[in-house]
């Protein structure tokens, strides 16, 4: 069962837009709430993570949001960029040296950015 | 300081072909994970190894097997190759398992005929 909902499956946006990339789970243990950015042709590479008990945290231009009674968290991205473009996962992930499945990703958000 | 490197970049089997598909980090991180990439899906963990002499499956691992044959590598293989394993696979590896920071290599595109 899939237990990361991530939506959209795409999304475009003009230059300085801020695309909005949304998350639900459903599972209580999670721990920590990562998202991975990929390009192209390239592996998936940790963008921005926040704790269920942080509300928000902010890395330059992207954001997380996190309701954690809601189970949801989203990522957004101020002034986007044409260098954005990109496929964004939501993932969850349970404690560390836990048994079993580690890291559960959303199935991906691909991003455009048009000039 | 390479990170994780995948080789090779590229293949195509024939069905029922067999191959072994290589993975190496250079960070000294004890874990190590082999996904697979289909368009719509995400990515969906194959097998992975908590630290050196251990190997789990994970999500989808029926038609693959692994090794991790030192702290540095994990190989994943494929015996009787089919049309639905095309796809592209990920190693990935972090410090300990269950971190949420996971290192992943360039991938592998792989394609079955």
């Known amino acids: 069962q899939q237990q990361v909902k991530q939506s959209p499956q795409s999304l475009i946006v003009q230059k300085g837009g801020i695309p909005i990339i949304n998350c639900a789970y459903e599972n209580t243990a999670f721990d920590y709430f990562p998202w991975y950015q990929q390009f192209p042709g390239k592996g998936p590479a940790l963008l921005i993570a926040?704790?269920?008990?942080?509300s928000e945290k902010k890395e330059g231009r992207f954001t997380i949001s996190f309701n954690k009674s809601a189970k949801q968290f989203s990522l957004h991205i101020m002034d986007s960029q044409p260098g954005d473009s990109a496929t964004y996962f939501c993932a969850a992930s349970k404690s560390v040296n836990q048994a079993g499945t580690a890291l559960i990703f959303g199935k991906g958000t691909t991003l455009s950015v048009s000039s | 300081n390479a990170g994780v490197t995948q080789t090779p970049k590229f293949q195509v089997l024939k069905t029922g072909q067999s191959m072994t598909l290589q993975c190496a980090q250079d960070m000294n991180h004890n874990s190590m994970y082999w996904y697979r990439q289909d368009p719509g899906m995400g990515l969906r963990l194959i097998y992975y190894s908590a630290s050196e002499g251990t190997t789990d499956k994970g999500e989808v691992p029926n038609g693959y097997n692994v090794s991790r044959l030192n702290k540095r590598e994990f190989s994943l293989r494929l015996e009787s190759a089919a049309p639905s394993q095309t796809s592209v696979y990920f190693c990935a590896s972090s410090v300990v398992q269950g971190s949420y920071e996971q290192y992943f290599g360039p991938g592998t595109r792989l394609t079955v005929t």
């Open positions: 926040i704790r269920p008990d942080v």
